[in-house]
């Protein structure tokens, strides 16, 4: 089966996490690479890997980034990746057994996410569709990020992908600023009626980031996990936060665009 995968991966200015990605697919014959004209030491990096091909392209969404990646691809099979993305040794092994010819179109991957290179006892992360034929495929924007739309069967492996993102807080700040900016476009533009239970309670602004410090903390296990778990759970309930005073500002300079919202 991994002769028949190509593995894709968006890149900006990921010097302190790429190589640590791309050690764990150098069973891959192509590694495709995105990249949003990182200004750091990210390609230098990349291109030491013989089996990776570069390809540069503005920024604007990331559904149109990642299509764009999958028409480099040539490969039947697609394993999509941040630059954050640690496949586990357990994991390549599971994709390695599975059947060329199955009915299943794509496959789920659960995470753990990482803090200062720890494996936390949860997340709030969903699985994610990282494994799946290029032509049943396309991506569609959600907000900040992206989902996949698939045509077929799919299923859920037991392996798990380590998300460890080794970036600076300051880089994080800057990245949660701007996805949640997105998000309150998402919400300025989906009828309340439309959107998903969780979305309608951030909406409110008020109890999400109480919420989600109590889920990651209580529910998730993050209190036993000491200080690291304390730091997720803060990170959580700041962007929820953040989220909360582009809401604010958002109604506040746009009153009569959310009265029509309403």
Known sequence: MLKNITPLILTYNEAPNINRTLQKLTWASQIIVIDSYS?????EIAAAY?????????FDTHATQWNYGLEQ?????????????????ELIAE?????????????FAKFKYCVFGKPLRG?????RQVLFRRDKAIYIDDGHTQLLQLTGKSAMLSGYINHD?????????????????VEVKKFSETPVNEL?????????KIFAPFIILFYCLIFKGGILDGWVGWYYAFQRMLAEILLSIRLIEYEKLNP???NNDR
């Open 256 to 258: 009569n665009r959310v």
């Open 196 to 204: 998903s239970l969780g979305d309608r309670i951030r909406r409110q």
């Open 39 to 43: 200004t750091d030491e990210t390609l």
């Open 95 to 107: 994709i390695e057994a599975l059947p060329v010819d199955s009915q299943i179109n794509g496959y």
């Open 165 to 181: 993102d080794r970036k600076s807080l300051s880089r994080w700040l800057w990245a949660q600023d701007r996805y949640m900016n």
């Open 50 to 58: 013989s089996q990776v091909q570069i390809f540069k392209r503005k």
């Open 123 to 127: 997340t709030i992360l969903p699985p």
């Open 73 to 89: 691809v040539t490969s039947p099979w697609v394993l999509s990746l941040d630059a954050d993305y640690i496949v586990s040794d």
